[in-house]
């Protein structure tokens, strides 16, 4: 881009250079500017270091210098430069965009978010472009950190700003959204604020409503902490304070507000255990559902104890790089365990004897001597539990638990790792023994969930806890809670079935309403399909779909076949209706019959197909049916040559064959680009826009294929 008077100038106050103080050195700006657009950027960031000598404060040149700094991936450099550009230019919301972007990569997203945020709000005639690079990368480290609702009600504020920041966010909320691993109630927006319009700090709430509406969040924050000292706990102010919190990445304080909400007795008892669930997602050690793990070590003298551990049949080895990256990071270890096993014990030995079935607990490492350190046994140790009362046997015949225990740390768990387990078979179960098989194994997870016992219920256990009046929303919201995290493998019908057994009623809400700006991510499973009109299903079924409910696919299912469609959207719904049957079926045949119908209406309605083709092409193959699976995999490719998932399939079958060319010693026929990723971790605008999605988006066929470009 060229640089002219009528450009905005670099200083980044917002104003263009013809009537900027800083245009009386345009000239030397062009110089530089002509440098950096050439890409000669060691020479122009020299030119600009001889510059600060004689004009160590100009805004325009620290501005540069910091544009310069980033692209070159220069961080101690890029800090001491920003620091010195905001205390030189303390309401430069270029400064302010620098120095969060600093904060970021320095792993403080809390400092980050609130300059950014400053950035935004002091910003004139028009946003700076750093914005959108700060943006993502604030967006990033906060889902790097597992702080998907504050990163996602950014991402909407930069939809909700259009332009440039409407195509850059787009990507990245597709992607918040489908993070299976986040809880749902994490993955939707918060509920608006209750109406507040006779309460006598209306008024005040107002104002506080318009510093939110223009950004100034920090601002806002301190208003609102100031109301509810005033006026005690009210719902409109808990309300717009959480939203605060969350936007300056204060997850600890945002927990503690969402419990104050849940306490308020006049608000709907839906809204009460959705706000404590929420509650449990973002603070799990402040509201009492996370557990202390301790890893211990115990150092070994018996010359013969590499060989109980390998004879133990509580122990399952398993291969050392699993826990190697582990192990290196909580112990700074350079040598590798020896040997490395998952604690098990058989379980439904009267049932499924003939099966050698065992659920897994916690893990242990070997270290064997070395010259400088005696053996050792580091050892992950639950705190209570069945898993414990594993440990601890397993402990006993191995004859460790008289020696000394070393705690080396504790390490904070979500009580979701306690309750559930994975049951592990030594050999094939029959067809027709399967279902039984199922509802063994559900039994054990729900067992193990009755049985625990939770801080956030008084130390008693769900099962200990149902019935008392004092717990009810803190139960109800912890069922919530696991139902939102989509670990347990139970339906909904069976959801419905643990209230009951806990005397809880799950809420049922009119789909006529708002049921989303009522109770956020809880909609999905109080949601009333009964009088629900075919426009909110589909859209309900497509959104579970994307941020995969799976909890709820086959109520969603039955209701669809129910459902008398209008012929307008007839094809949209029977298309999300084998998306939905495909994630649900075990069988491989009905898995490829629903993927075979999932392509001809993808093609139908004309959305990309290509993760439906490549998961049908692996069903097929696994099915011996290869010659089937090529010849459908070459029709796909010529018929649809502009599908996006396709095109990556043949980019890295044609990455792959040139590997293999080079290790045969051939010539390869083109060269692999190299990764445009920075070695310094910060997102630039020259790297791709959008943030790559998960696999299994709803308008691609929902393939569990790995493809490559996506996580």
């Known amino acids: 881009m060229s640089l002219d008077q009528y450009s905005f100038c670099p200083c980044g106050n917002g104003k263009k250079i013809k009537f900027c103080k800083c245009n009386e050195h345009f000239p030397e700006m062009q110089i530089i500017h002509r440098m950096i657009v050439g890409e000669q950027n060691v020479a122009a ?31 101690e450099s890029l800090e ?128 506080a409503n318009a510093l939110v509406g223009s950004y100034r969040i920090s601002t806002a924050k301190t208003k609102l902490e100031s109301m509810q ?78 060989q109980k551990l390998l004879e133990n049949k509580g122990l399952l080895p398993i291969a050392v790089d699993q826990l190697k990256g582990l192990l290196d990071a909580l112990l700074s270890e350079e040598v590798p365990p020896k040997l490395a096993f998952v604690c098990v014990e058989p379980v439904l030995q009267e049932q499924f004897g003939e099966l050698e079935a065992s659920r897994s607990g916690s893990w242990m490492a070997y270290y064997g001597k070395q ?91 769900p099962r200990e806890a149902a019935g008392g009046e004092s717990l009810k929303i803190k139960l109800a919201a912890l069922l919530l809670h696991w139902q939102g995290s989509g670990t347990s493998s139970l339906t909904d019908n069976q959801f419905k079935e643990l209230h009951e057994k806990l005397q809880l009623k799950v809420p049922k809400i009119s789909a006529s309403e708002d049921v989303f700006d009522m109770v956020g991510g809880a909609s999905y499973f109080w949601t009333d399909l009964s009088d629900i009109d075919p426009n909110s299903l589909i859209q309900l079924m497509q959104s579970s779909l994307q941020r995969g409910v799976t909890s709820m696919y086959e109520n969603l299912v039955q209701r669809s076949e129910q459902m008398q469609w209008p012929e307008e959207s007839r094809l949209s719904a029977e298309y999300t209706q084998l998306n939905l049957k495909t994630r649900t079926t075990t069988d491989p045949l009905e898995a490829e019959s629903l993927l075979r119908r999932i392509v001809e209406a993808g093609k139908e309605l004309g959305v990309p197909i290509g993760n439906a083709v490549l998961e049908r092409v692996e069903v097929l193959n696994m099915l011996g049916r290869q010659g089937e699976s090529r010849q459908f995999l070459e029709q796909s490719l010529r018929e649809n040559p502009n599908d996006p998932v396709l095109l990556q399939f043949v980019q890295m079958a044609m990455m792959r064959q040139q590997q293999a060319q080079r290790a045969r010693g051939g010539r390869p026929e083109a060269a692999v680009a190299a990764s445009s990723s920075p070695a310094s971790g910060i997102w630039t605008p020259g790297q791709s826009e959008e943030p790559q999605s998960n696999a299994g988006s709803s308008s691609g066929g929902g393939s569990k294929l790995w493809i490559p470009g996506q996580d």
């Open 45 to 75: 960031l020299d030119r600009i270091n001889g510059n600060l000598k004689t004009l160590p404060s100009e805004p325009w040149l620290l501005a540069m210098k910091c544009e310069l700094l980033l692209q070159l991936g220069e961080l």
């Open 229 to 306: 000292r005033e006026f005690g706990a009210q719902a409109p102010i808990l309300q717009v304070l959480l939203y605060c919190q969350l936007m300056l990445t204060d997850v600890e304080s945002a927990g503690a507000t969402c419990r104050k909400i849940s306490d308020i007795t006049t608000l709907p008892e839906p809204q009460r255990v959705y706000y404590q669930a929420l509650g449990y997602d973002l603070a799990p050690k402040a509201t009492g559902v996370a557990v202390n793990e301790e890893l211990c070590q115990y150092v070994i003298e018996d010359n013969e104890f590499e």
């Open 371 to 461: 010259t400088d350190k005696p053996a050792r046994l580091i050892s992950l140790e639950p705190p209570i539990g069945s898993r414990r009362v594993m440990l601890e046997n397993i402990k006993k015949e191995l004859g460790i638990g008289s020696l000394n225990r070393e705690l080396i740390e504790k390490l904070p768990s979500s009580y979701l790792s306690q309750v559930t387990a994975s049951i592990m078979l030594r050999k094939q179960v029959a067809p027709e023994r399967r279902s039984a098989l199922n509802d063994a194994s559900r039994q054990i997870v729900l067992d193990g969930f009755l049985d625990y016992p939770m801080e956030c219920l008084g130390g008693k256990s």
């Open 80 to 207: 001491e430069t920003s620091a010195k550009f905001i205390r030189l230019q303390p309401d430069n919301p270029l400064a302010k965009l620098y120095r969060s972007l600093v904060a970021v990569v320095r792993g403080n997203t809390e400092e980050g978010a609130t300059l950014m945020l400053q950035a935004i709000s002091d910003a004139t005639e028009a946003l700076p472009p750093m914005t959108a690079t700060v943006a993502m990368n604030l967006m990033e480290s906060m889902g790097q950190r597992g702080m998907i609702l504050p990163a996602l009600l950014h991402c909407e504020m930069l939809l909700d700003m259009g332009g440039d920041m409407l195509r850059v966010a787009s990507g990245a909320y597709d992607s918040l959204i489908s993070q299976t691993n986040a809880n749902t109630l994490s993955r939707e927006s918060l509920p608006s604020p209750i109406d507040s319009d006779d309460a006598p700090y209306a008024e005040r709430l107002a104002e």
